[in-house]
């Protein structure tokens, strides 16, 4: 497995620059899990090589600024999770004891449940089967 700094690092860039290419729609690769997180393989890397020299063309991408690695993974972590939550900027999280804020909750909660009922009706399911592998 290869991380999202390791792959900047091989193309030349820094990880902002890689977020927004792996972000891009011209980007073959999809997130796995939560979170926007991606994972690759040794074997993918001509792959991300190719489609990011292609995507970066005519763009201003800066070349990758060194970074010095520590001997505390968990502290590299941290300091990835940091600069990631930076770019993204500050989350506020609304009061749940409003009852505004849970009128919403509950609101946007149904309207999720009806589009996946809607999925499921079309095909030909209904909502205790959508555990079905065949549901996508």
Not at 93 to 112: G, L, T
């Amino acid at each position: 497995m290869v991380n999202t700094q390791d792959v900047a690092l091989h193309l030349g860039t820094d990880a902002k620059i890689l977020r927004r290419f792996l972000r891009s729609p011209s980007c073959p690769f999809a997130t796995v899990g939560s979170g926007s997180r991606y994972t690759f393989t040794r074997d993918d890397l001509d792959e991300l090589t190719q489609g990011f020299r292609n995507w970066s063309k005519g763009k201003n991408v800066s070349p990758a600024t060194p970074t010095t690695v520590s001997s505390d993974p968990e502290a590299d972590q941290r300091a990835r999770d940091k600069a990631v939550w930076d770019e993204e900027g500050p989350i506020i999280i609304p009061d749940i004891r409003d009852p505004r804020v849970r009128a919403h909750v509950r609101a946007v909660a149904a309207a999720q449940e009806a589009r996946l009922n809607s999925r499921l009706l079309a095909r030909g399911q209904h909502i205790t089967q959508r555990r079905s592998p065949e549901v996508s």
